[in-house]
């Protein structure tokens, strides 16, 4: 259910972390806040001359032979409308929750924030305000979420216009990062998709469509340093536009790969945070196997039942190790 915020009601900058959260999440890697120094931009950005250590990271040869390995059925997510509630220009669909999605709609004539929430954890996305529907994860678990619809009224000053909430329960706690969401964003037509299917031919296991992936991005796409410096507020590239022009920054990375592994069945988390001892904003993957002996950027897989680490944008630049380590540099601030 909507519940219509009071027009006087508004919120300031929309606190400092949510700026800064915004900002980071969405500019991709060149992204940083104003009192950093260029020059972790710069190193952020991983040279070719430098080394990545990647132990027993055996990959796919090319081969003529089926694979034994059969993708389940391809999820996506669906808006569906005639199910969303309506309120003035605020639309939510809430039919694909237990799938790990929700769906949002609002016409607006200035630009629009949306900030789902629940026990504590925050996000806070941007869609389009011309009624284009927006699907967002549910990674945040089952139980009750709220949201608020925050409208641009002048500079940093916006007001609430709706708010509300639903309860979750998924089917499963892989839902949220098995579909497309407006992060990681496909549909049964895209080039990525396609794309998973060839990659995925040769393989007997999970495990070898994740070796395929890996060596396919690290190969074949080019780390874009004019954007690192330039970036935009936008959502980052869709996979399908990554994969046609060969280039992206880490998000661009980590969402191209999370497409290809989705559609092939196998969880990937798309996740943002800071990686490094200068603590560099960054994105990359986290998957889900039972399977044990992949070895991604020096992390071996040893237990079964877990979730490993997928940092394509430093093993495709060869990354020093001082950004990549042994794990704990890594510092998961927002998950997609």
């Known amino acids: 259910m909507i519940r219509k915020g009071s027009k006087t009601e508004s919120l300031i900058c929309l606190m400092a972390a949510i700026w800064l959260g915004l900002s980071l999440m969405l500019s991709g890697c060149g992204g940083v806040p104003a009192d950093s120094s ?3 931009v710069e190193d952020h950005a991983p040279e070719p001359g430098d080394s990545t250590e990647i132990e027993d990271a055996e990959v ?36 694909g929750v237990e799938d790990g999605y929700v769906g949002f709609s609002v016409k607006a004539d200035a630009v629009i924030k949306i900030q789902v ?56 706690e892989f839902s949220p990062y098995l579909r497309p969401s407006d992060y990681v964003k496909y549909d049964k037509a895209s080039g990525v998709v396609k794309k998973s299917r060839e990659l995925a031919k ?25 954007k690192a410096e330039n970036p935009s507020t936008d ?59 992949w070895v991604t950027v020096d992390f071996k897989i040893k237990k079964k039942n877990s979730w490993y680490r997928l940092d394509l944008t430093f093993s495709a630049g060869g990354a020093s190790m001082k950004y990549v380590g042994d794990g704990t540099n890594y510092r998961d601030l927002y998950t997609y």
């Open 235 to 293: 959502i980052p590239a869709t996979p399908d536009e990554t994969l046609k022009t060969g280039y992206g920054i880490c998000l661009d990375y980590a969402s191209l790969a999370a497409a290809l592994l989705r559609a092939q069945g196998i969880p990937t988390k798309m996740i943002y945070g800071d990686v490094g001892e200068d603590d560099l904003y960054h994105a990359w993957n986290m998957f889900y196997t039972e399977e044990t002996g």
């Open 38 to 40: 260029s020059a972790a």
């Open 202 to 226: 040769t393989a007997n296991t999970q495990l070898d469509v994740v070796k395929a992936v890996y060596k396919f991005v690290t190969e074949n796409i080019k780390y874009d340093s004019e």
């Open 60 to 95: 796919p040869t090319a081969s003529s032979k089926k694979g034994k390995y059969a993708a389940p059925e391809l999820l996506l997510s669906e808006y569906r409308g005639k199910k969303a509630s309506k309120e003035g220009q605020i639309e939510i669909d809430e039919s």
């Open 117 to 172: 929430m629940k026990d504590g954890g925050s996000y806070m996305y941007t869609p389009d305000p011309d009624g284009t529907p927006s699907i967002f994860p549910l990674q945040m678990g089952d139980g009750k979420y709220e949201y608020k619809v925050w409208e641009n009224v002048d500079g940093t000053t916006f007001s609430k216009i709706g708010s509300g909430s639903f309860e979750v329960s998924l089917k499963d």
